[in-house]
């Protein structure tokens, strides 16, 4: 928002009981990455926005995941769980810097996005010194129920304070919150505990703020933005909607998906034009496809790099650190990992290449390993440019195959292969130079038509 500075406190302290994990609740992934992520990634960023998570006292991964995703962001400890109010005030020392707004939300709310987070700070320029995000409950049983008058919000009534009356009412509280910055510290440190949990609820800033003589208004926004996740059952539901959100902003940007209830994709997968999607496509975190490329059936794609016009799968497996170039084709049954293939290679059929750099126009048969791991470390493969690897190859890595060069099928290959070299059976056995370059023009001068 123009001109005005804020503050986002992120409560995230919850152990997620009912989650029936090890795992904080936050760091339960939604399209492939963490509860926490989604809401970071919305809250507001830029000159002028800081950032606060408040986190539980044993919660050190939690700690890491804000500072891989939001450096800028500062963490505070909740060591006692006293109620959401008591959460906010975790932070007292970031609220105490002062900011124009003051935005309260849950770490378990993966699908709020930031223009929501900018609508409910709107009435805040408008002098209003509390706005409440609402929606429209299909069963609002166990939220709490917004009760308006003239357009202000005079009460939030918990389910089991409220008259039938206000049981009736849908309009329910989505627990997120935005303060003017220059009241909402003594505000919410004016919330007791005088209630049966003797817990310190953010809900009763609502009266606080109507003692004052001070206004309060409503933001709605739909169900699905404001789900909370408490249960697996719940996780499952939110990456539904997630995936419909993003194949339908895949399809719109121009993406084909034969079958896009079929594919999964994760929050950041990147598109270029005329991308073909095939059904039950798994693509994960850190993809990114080019102009023109396909994906077939039953791949699985991660941390990968995908050229313009490249092909993969059916059945392929893109490891992280793969990176195709313009036109290369990864067959059915291959699997790649910390993998460079330039323009044009070919892996068409049940192969392994890891840890492999591969020249422009190679061509690798079918059944070729790289042998990369010795059982105590990794090593590199470098296959050169226009490189012919026969079928049912083993490449014992450290190993380079030299541009041109031809590996006779079955061969297992331990040293150096200079370029335009056969190598056939066991490198040991020859490595035979200009070969590769006779057997290429041999073969050539045998596919002319008689009488040529």
């Known amino acids: 928002m123009t001109g005005r500075t804020s503050l986002t406190i992120v409560l995230a302290a919850g152990e997620g009981t009912r989650m029936q994990s090890s795992m904080p609740k936050v760091l339960h992934p939604v399209a492939g990455q963490s509860l926490l992520a989604h ?52 932070a007292r020392e970031a609220m105490a810097r002062g900011a124009d707004d003051l935005l309260v939300v849950f770490g378990d709310t993966p699908l709020i996005s930031a223009e929501t987070f900018e609508r409910l700070r709107a009435p805040l320029q408008n002098g209003a010194a509390l706005a409440v995000l609402g929606f429209r409950a299909a069963d609002p049983t166990g939220y709490g129920r917004l009760l308006v008058e003239g357009g202000r919000l005079v009460a939030i009534r918990e389910q089991a304070d409220a008259t039938p009356a206000e049981r009736a009412i849908k309009l329910s509280n989505a627990g997120v919150m935005a303060f003017g910055g220059a009241k909402a510290l003594a505000i919410i440190e004016k919330i007791g505990n005088a209630n049966s949990k003797h817990e310190y609820y953010l809900t009763d800033a609502v009266g606080i703020v109507r003692q004052k003589g001070l ?61 073909t999607i095939e059904p039950f496509v798994v693509i994960g975190p850190g993809v990114s496809i080019a102009d023109g490329a396909v994906i077939h059936s039953f791949s699985h794609l991660v941390q990968a790099s995908v050229g313009k016009r490249a092909s993969v799968g059916p059945y392929a497996r893109l490891r992280p650190g793969t990176s195709l170039g313009e036109g290369a084709r990864i067959g059915n049954f291959v699997e790649t990992k910390a993998a460079t293939l330039e323009a044009g290679v070919k892996v068409n059929h049940l192969s392994y290449i890891g840890d492999t750099h591969i020249g422009e126009g190679a061509n690798i048969g079918a059944g070729t390993i790289t042998c990369n791991y010795d059982g105590f470390g990794k090593h590199k493969t470098t296959i050169g440019a226009g490189a012919f690897v026969g079928s049912n190859s083993s490449l014992v890595a450290p190993v ?21 070299a056969l190598a ?24 002319k038509p008689k009488g040529s």
């Not at 709605?220 to 993003?246: C, Y």
């Not at 940007?253 to 598109?271: R, S």
Request: glycine fraction near 8%; charge should be negative.
């Open 39 to 90: 809401v970071l990634e919305a809250a507001p960023k830029g000159a002028g926005a800081s950032l606060a998570v408040v986190i539980g006292p044993d919660h050190q991964a939690v700690a890491e995941e804000v500072k891989r995703l939001r450096p800028d962001a500062a963490t505070f400890i909740q060591r006692e769980r006293l109620g959401t109010a008591h959460a906010v005030l975790a």
């Open 215 to 275: 206004e309060a208004v409503v933001i709605e926004t739909g169900e699905d933005e404001v789900r909370g996740i408490n249960t697996k059952a719940q996780l499952a539901e939110a990456e539904q909607v997630m995936q419909a959100r993003l194949r339908k902003a895949a399809l719109e940007a121009g993406v084909t998906m034969i079958a896009p209830e079929t594919v999964y994709l994760a929050a950041d997968t990147t598109f270029g034009k005329d991308v």
């Open 400 to 420: 380079k195959i030299g541009s041109g060069a031809y590996i006779g099928s079955g061969s297992v290959i331990t040293r150096e292969v200079p370029d335009d």
């Open 424 to 447: 056939v059976e066991r490198s040991e056995q020859a490595t035979r130079p200009g070969w590769a370059k006779r057997f290429r023009e041999m073969k050539t001068r045998d596919k």
